[in-house]
Protein backbone atom coordinates (compact mmCIF):
# COMPACT_ATOMS: atom_id res chain seq x y z
CA UNK A 1 0.00 0.00 0.00
CA UNK A 2 1.97 3.24 -0.98
CA UNK A 3 1.64 6.06 1.28
CA UNK A 4 -1.46 8.11 0.49
CA UNK A 5 -3.25 4.68 1.00
CA UNK A 6 -1.60 4.16 4.33
CA UNK A 7 -2.89 7.55 5.41
CA UNK A 8 -6.19 6.91 4.51
CA UNK A 9 -6.27 3.65 6.22
CA UNK A 10 -5.16 5.15 9.56
CA UNK A 11 -7.86 7.98 9.39
CA UNK A 12 -10.65 5.26 9.22
CA UNK A 13 -9.52 3.89 12.38
CA UNK A 14 -9.25 6.86 14.20
CA UNK A 15 -12.73 7.52 13.17
CA UNK A 16 -13.91 3.99 14.16
CA UNK A 17 -11.67 3.89 17.49
CA UNK A 18 -13.44 7.54 18.41
CA UNK A 19 -17.13 5.55 17.36
CA UNK A 20 -16.20 3.10 20.12
CA UNK A 21 -15.40 5.36 22.76
CA UNK A 22 -18.61 7.21 22.05
CA UNK A 23 -20.43 4.13 22.10
CA UNK A 24 -18.91 3.13 25.19
CA UNK A 25 -20.16 6.57 26.86
CA UNK A 26 -23.49 5.89 25.21
CA UNK A 27 -23.68 2.70 27.24
CA UNK A 28 -22.70 4.26 30.33
CA UNK A 29 -24.59 5.76 33.55
CA UNK A 30 -22.17 7.48 34.72
CA UNK A 31 -18.87 9.57 33.79
CA UNK A 32 -16.35 6.78 32.26
CA UNK A 33 -12.37 6.74 33.35
CA UNK A 34 -9.81 6.29 30.65
CA UNK A 35 -8.46 2.98 32.64
CA UNK A 36 -11.99 1.31 31.90
CA UNK A 37 -12.56 2.94 28.66
CA UNK A 38 -8.99 1.16 27.43
CA UNK A 39 -9.74 -2.16 29.21
CA UNK A 40 -13.19 -2.45 27.56
CA UNK A 41 -12.26 -1.57 24.08
CA UNK A 42 -9.06 -3.71 24.14
CA UNK A 43 -6.67 -0.58 23.98
CA UNK A 44 -3.72 0.49 25.71
CA UNK A 45 -4.59 3.59 28.03
CA UNK A 46 -2.13 6.35 25.66
CA UNK A 47 -3.94 5.53 22.78
CA UNK A 48 -7.43 6.08 24.06
CA UNK A 49 -6.20 9.06 25.69
CA UNK A 50 -4.91 10.46 22.46
CA UNK A 51 -8.24 9.86 20.77
CA UNK A 52 -9.95 11.35 23.80
CA UNK A 53 -7.95 14.83 23.58
CA UNK A 54 -9.05 14.61 19.94
CA UNK A 55 -12.67 14.65 20.59
CA UNK A 56 -12.07 16.92 23.67
CA UNK A 57 -10.24 19.59 21.40
CA UNK A 58 -13.72 19.12 19.42
CA UNK A 59 -16.01 19.52 22.02
CA UNK A 60 -17.70 16.11 21.31
CA UNK A 61 -16.53 14.99 24.58
CA UNK A 62 -15.39 16.75 27.98
CA UNK A 63 -14.48 15.92 31.23
CA UNK A 64 -16.18 15.30 34.57
CA UNK A 65 -16.55 17.57 37.54
CA UNK A 66 -13.44 16.80 39.87
CA UNK A 67 -11.69 14.65 37.12
CA UNK A 68 -14.31 11.43 37.62
CA UNK A 69 -13.83 10.77 34.11
CA UNK A 70 -15.19 11.61 30.52
CA UNK A 71 -18.99 12.33 29.79
CA UNK A 72 -20.62 13.44 26.22
CA UNK A 73 -19.65 17.28 25.00
CA UNK A 74 -21.89 20.03 24.65
CA UNK A 75 -21.38 19.66 20.93
CA UNK A 76 -22.33 16.24 20.78
CA UNK A 77 -25.26 16.95 22.89
CA UNK A 78 -26.32 19.55 20.46
CA UNK A 79 -25.65 17.32 17.81
CA UNK A 80 -28.09 14.42 19.60
CA UNK A 81 -30.89 17.36 19.75
CA UNK A 82 -30.42 18.43 15.93
CA UNK A 83 -30.90 14.36 15.50
CA UNK A 84 -33.60 13.54 17.40
CA UNK A 85 -36.05 16.88 16.55
CA UNK A 86 -35.08 16.61 12.94
CA UNK A 87 -35.65 12.80 12.16
CA UNK A 88 -37.82 11.08 9.98
CA UNK A 89 -40.34 9.49 12.10
CA UNK A 90 -40.68 12.27 14.29
CA UNK A 91 -41.09 14.32 10.59
CA UNK A 92 -43.65 11.78 9.88
CA UNK A 93 -45.71 12.01 12.43
CA UNK A 94 -46.50 15.25 12.10
CA UNK A 95 -50.18 15.65 10.10
CA UNK A 96 -51.01 11.98 12.37
CA UNK A 97 -50.58 14.42 15.65
CA UNK A 98 -52.07 17.25 14.25
CA UNK A 99 -55.05 15.52 13.12
CA UNK A 100 -55.53 14.34 16.26
CA UNK A 101 -55.43 17.09 18.42
CA UNK A 102 -57.65 18.64 16.16
CA UNK A 103 -60.17 15.35 16.80
CA UNK A 104 -60.11 15.21 20.20
CA UNK A 105 -59.45 18.69 21.54
CA UNK A 106 -56.42 17.45 23.55
CA UNK A 107 -52.86 18.24 23.12
CA UNK A 108 -51.23 15.63 21.24
CA UNK A 109 -47.68 14.45 21.58
CA UNK A 110 -44.87 12.07 20.41
CA UNK A 111 -42.59 10.60 22.50
CA UNK A 112 -38.39 8.77 22.37
CA UNK A 113 -37.96 6.23 24.69
CA UNK A 114 -34.22 7.42 26.86
CA UNK A 115 -32.77 4.94 29.53
CA UNK A 116 -34.63 7.46 32.01
CA UNK A 117 -37.95 8.13 30.73
CA UNK A 118 -39.50 8.97 27.87
CA UNK A 119 -38.55 12.39 25.76
CA UNK A 120 -41.16 14.74 24.17
CA UNK A 121 -39.99 15.15 20.60
CA UNK A 122 -43.33 16.77 19.26
CA UNK A 123 -46.22 18.50 21.31
CA UNK A 124 -49.27 20.21 19.33
CA UNK A 125 -51.39 21.83 22.34
CA UNK A 126 -54.75 22.53 21.76
CA UNK A 127 -55.20 26.56 22.79
CA UNK A 128 -58.83 25.69 24.01
CA UNK A 129 -56.61 23.91 27.34
CA UNK A 130 -54.36 26.48 28.43
CA UNK A 131 -53.71 24.21 31.59
CA UNK A 132 -51.80 21.72 29.64
CA UNK A 133 -48.81 22.67 28.99
CA UNK A 134 -46.24 20.18 27.85
CA UNK A 135 -42.85 21.46 26.08
CA UNK A 136 -40.19 19.83 23.39
CA UNK A 137 -37.10 18.37 25.64
CA UNK A 138 -39.47 17.56 28.58
CA UNK A 139 -38.83 13.95 30.07
CA UNK A 140 -41.43 11.93 30.91
CA UNK A 141 -40.54 9.83 34.07
CA UNK A 142 -41.01 6.35 34.86
CA UNK A 143 -43.34 4.62 35.92
CA UNK A 144 -46.30 7.83 36.06
CA UNK A 145 -46.33 8.07 32.22
CA UNK A 146 -47.40 5.64 30.11
CA UNK A 147 -45.09 6.65 27.27
CA UNK A 148 -42.59 5.45 29.96
CA UNK A 149 -43.77 2.36 30.96
CA UNK A 150 -44.25 1.51 27.09
CA UNK A 151 -40.25 1.94 26.80
CA UNK A 152 -39.38 0.10 29.85
CA UNK A 153 -41.69 -2.51 29.03
CA UNK A 154 -40.59 -3.19 25.36
CA UNK A 155 -36.98 -2.83 26.28
CA UNK A 156 -37.51 -6.18 28.62
CA UNK A 157 -37.24 -4.57 32.03
CA UNK A 158 -38.76 -5.86 34.81
CA UNK A 159 -41.71 -3.89 36.82
CA UNK A 160 -45.32 -4.20 37.93
CA UNK A 161 -46.74 -4.63 34.25
CA UNK A 162 -49.63 -6.70 34.76
CA UNK A 163 -52.00 -3.44 34.40
CA UNK A 164 -50.21 -2.44 31.13
CA UNK A 165 -50.20 -5.76 29.51
CA UNK A 166 -53.53 -5.58 30.35
CA UNK A 167 -54.36 -2.20 28.41
CA UNK A 168 -52.02 -3.51 25.51
CA UNK A 169 -54.25 -6.58 24.96
CA UNK A 170 -57.81 -4.71 25.62
CA UNK A 171 -57.10 -1.74 23.51
CA UNK A 172 -53.55 -1.79 21.68
CA UNK A 173 -51.82 0.93 24.13
CA UNK A 174 -51.58 2.08 27.57
CA UNK A 175 -53.16 4.98 30.35
CA UNK A 176 -52.73 6.57 32.81
CA UNK A 177 -54.68 8.94 35.58
CA UNK A 178 -53.49 11.91 37.19
CA UNK A 179 -50.85 10.43 40.06
CA UNK A 180 -49.44 13.75 40.83
CA UNK A 181 -52.66 15.93 41.92
CA UNK A 182 -52.05 17.99 38.70
CA UNK A 183 -55.24 17.04 36.96
CA UNK A 184 -53.43 15.38 34.18
CA UNK A 185 -53.87 11.73 32.44
CA UNK A 186 -52.40 10.54 28.98
CA UNK A 187 -52.78 7.84 26.88
CA UNK A 188 -49.74 6.26 24.61
CA UNK A 189 -49.56 4.37 21.87
CA UNK A 190 -46.34 1.99 20.89
CA UNK A 191 -44.76 2.29 17.15
CA UNK A 192 -41.85 -0.20 16.18
CA UNK A 193 -38.77 -0.53 14.25
CA UNK A 194 -38.51 -2.98 11.77
CA UNK A 195 -36.31 -5.16 14.09
CA UNK A 196 -39.59 -5.07 16.92
CA UNK A 197 -37.85 -2.56 18.90
CA UNK A 198 -39.83 0.43 20.41
CA UNK A 199 -39.55 3.38 17.80
CA UNK A 200 -41.54 6.25 19.43
CA UNK A 201 -44.92 6.87 21.23
CA UNK A 202 -47.55 9.07 20.24
CA UNK A 203 -51.10 9.80 22.52
CA UNK A 204 -52.68 12.43 24.09
CA UNK A 205 -52.35 14.85 27.50
CA UNK A 206 -55.47 15.39 28.96
CA UNK A 207 -57.84 15.96 32.26
CA UNK A 208 -57.22 13.04 34.36
CA UNK A 209 -61.14 12.84 34.57
CA UNK A 210 -61.28 12.10 31.19
CA UNK A 211 -59.09 8.82 31.96
CA UNK A 212 -60.70 7.39 34.50
CA UNK A 213 -61.02 4.59 35.46
CA UNK A 214 -60.54 4.51 31.57
CA UNK A 215 -60.62 6.76 28.18
CA UNK A 216 -63.89 6.85 25.66
CA UNK A 217 -63.81 4.49 23.33
CA UNK A 218 -63.49 7.63 20.76
CA UNK A 219 -60.69 8.75 22.46
CA UNK A 220 -59.13 5.23 22.38
CA UNK A 221 -59.97 4.70 18.33
CA UNK A 222 -58.18 8.54 17.94
CA UNK A 223 -54.89 7.45 19.74
CA UNK A 224 -54.72 3.58 17.92
CA UNK A 225 -56.10 5.29 14.58
CA UNK A 226 -53.24 7.69 14.37
CA UNK A 227 -50.63 5.04 15.44
CA UNK A 228 -51.55 2.21 12.73
CA UNK A 229 -51.02 4.90 10.28
CA UNK A 230 -47.77 5.90 11.34
CA UNK A 231 -46.36 2.52 11.71
CA UNK A 232 -48.08 1.54 8.26
CA UNK A 233 -45.31 4.34 6.82
CA UNK A 234 -42.57 3.96 9.19
CA UNK A 235 -42.19 -0.19 9.05
CA UNK A 236 -45.18 -1.46 7.91
CA UNK A 237 -46.28 -4.79 9.85
CA UNK A 238 -43.56 -4.47 12.64
CA UNK A 239 -44.38 -5.20 16.07
CA UNK A 240 -42.57 -6.45 19.13
CA UNK A 241 -42.09 -9.71 20.45
CA UNK A 242 -43.01 -8.93 23.81
CA UNK A 243 -46.52 -7.64 22.42
CA UNK A 244 -49.00 -9.23 24.60
CA UNK A 245 -51.99 -11.25 23.18
CA UNK A 246 -55.07 -12.22 24.60
Partial sequence: MNAKGDEQSGSVKSVEVAV???????????????TDL???????????SRHLQT??????VE?????????????????????????????LAQPYLRRMRDETGHTAVQTLPTRDGS????????????????RLGTLLAFPQSPSARLGRFFEGSRFASAVLEANLVRFGLDFEVDVHG???????????????????????????????????AALIAQVSSAAAAIQA????????PLMPVA
Fill in 119 to 134: LVVAAMPNEFEPGVAI
Fill in 38 to 48: ARDLGMTKARV
Fill in 233 to 240: RYAEGATS
Fill in 20 to 34: QILDALTEATGPVRV
Fill in 63 to 91: RAPAGSGYVFGRKLMKYGRAAVYRSNIVE
Fill in 55 to 60: LSMLKL
Fill in 182 to 216: NGLGGIAAPIFEADGSLATTVGLVLSSALVDPEPA
